[in-house]
């Protein structure tokens, strides 16, 4: 036998022979103890305001996350973590166990408030998701597969991006990150640094490693009161089927537009508030209340801003011709939870 598994073996197989002892290059060692006071510190300050969340008959109904935000137990998550039904499961990272029933819903977005029948519970504070910078330290806490208070930690990796919502709407500015996430962590938090909520994470990409998505919280900051008035998003209708085309550049150079395309005008639907402002197929739509609208997702954006039965400057292209018409939004007429 060689001398050097002679010695391996005779020492036990816990060190290999000869190795001088390696320190870190100086200041390593501290900032990976800060790092890990910071995910640490983080965690402790979450973990008991994050829950599990599933169906009544059972943990493969619906199972996700979600995050408390009052003592009296109104928490937020996923539109498609509670899709399947109004009464859940709300499992307390210490074991505890509520009944909850959702309070609102919107599939848009893919956000949803649930109420917990407790009060006197731990709930996190909302940051500002406008504030954040790429390579700004995140941690994520959830339930993947089950596994409950997982804490993982990455960085942002992105701002500003576009993803699909379940219902195939486009959601604007979603955060993204590399903190691992795996189907159960939807609806959980997406924490910065000084333990506030940033984001609500929602998606992954399959197979690919590393990418992953999380509604920005000032999004969710701004519809909340909507779903836990209404229940719902009060989003406001035209009456209008369209689809993006591109804009002549002869026209854009002649308007000096901000876009060189906008949203054709398919068909306009008998006595909608496009049909009552002269809005004709063929239109090309330009813009709504001064906002360009390059694309119908931007269209679509703009009518969950702007308020239901105000009217609000309508930018047409008829015929190479730009003209201004004033359209009044109706409400929506098949946003309900679902």
């Not at 906008?262 to 068909?267: D, H, I, K, N, T």
């Not at 400057?313 to 098949?334: I, S």
Request: aromatic residues 6%; glycine residues 12%; hydrophobic residues 40%.
């Amino acid at each position: 036998m060689s001398r050097f598994w002679n010695h391996f073996v005779t020492d036990g197989g816990t060190s290999l022979p000869d190795q001088p002892r390696r320190e870190p290059p100086a200041g390593e060692h501290e900032a990976l103890d800060a790092y890990s006071r910071v995910v640490v510190w983080v965690a402790e300050q979450l973990s008991p305001a994050v829950v599990n969340l599933r169906g009544e008959r059972g943990r493969g109904e619906g199972a996700g996350s979600g995050i408390l935000f009052t003592p009296d137990g109104f928490l937020l998550t996923n539109h498609h973590v509670v899709r399947h039904g109004k009464k859940l499961r709300v499992r307390m990272g210490d074991g505890q166990e509520f009944g909850g029933r959702v309070v609102g819903a919107d599939p848009w977005t893919d956000l949803a408030v649930v109420q917990v029948e407790a009060a006197g519970l731990p709930f996190a504070s909302f940051g500002d998701s406008a504030k954040l910078r790429v390579g700004q330290l995140v941690v994520a806490i959830g339930s993947p597969f089950g596994f409950e208070s997982t804490v993982t930690a990455g960085v942002v990796s992105a701002t500003g991006r576009t993803l699909r919502s379940i219902t195939g709407h486009l959601v604007d500015n979603v955060i993204q990150t590399d903190a691992a996430l795996n189907p159960g962590n939807s609806g959980g938090p997406l924490v910065d640094s000084r333990g506030q909520v940033i984001g609500v994470n929602t998606a992954i990409i399959q197979p690919a490693q590393g990418i992953c998505f999380a509604i920005p919280i000032n999004m969710a900051k701004h519809i909340l009161p909507q779903l836990m008035r209404h229940g719902r998003v009060v989003r406001g209708y035209l009456g209008l089927h369209i689809r993006n085309v591109p804009v002549p550049a002869e026209i854009v150079e002649k308007y000096q537009l901000p876009a060189n395309n906008g949203v054709e005008v398919l068909a306009v639907e008998a006595n909608g508030p496009a049909s009552d402002a002269g809005i004709e197929v063929e239109d090309v739509v330009l813009a709504l209340d001064d906002q360009p609208t390059a694309s119908a997702d931007d269209l679509h954006r703009l009518l969950t801003q702007l308020p239901v039965g105000v009217p609000s400057e309508v930018t047409l292209l008829r015929k190479g011709r730009r003209l201004q018409r004033f359209v009044v939004p109706a409400e929506y007429p098949e946003m309900r939870v679902s």
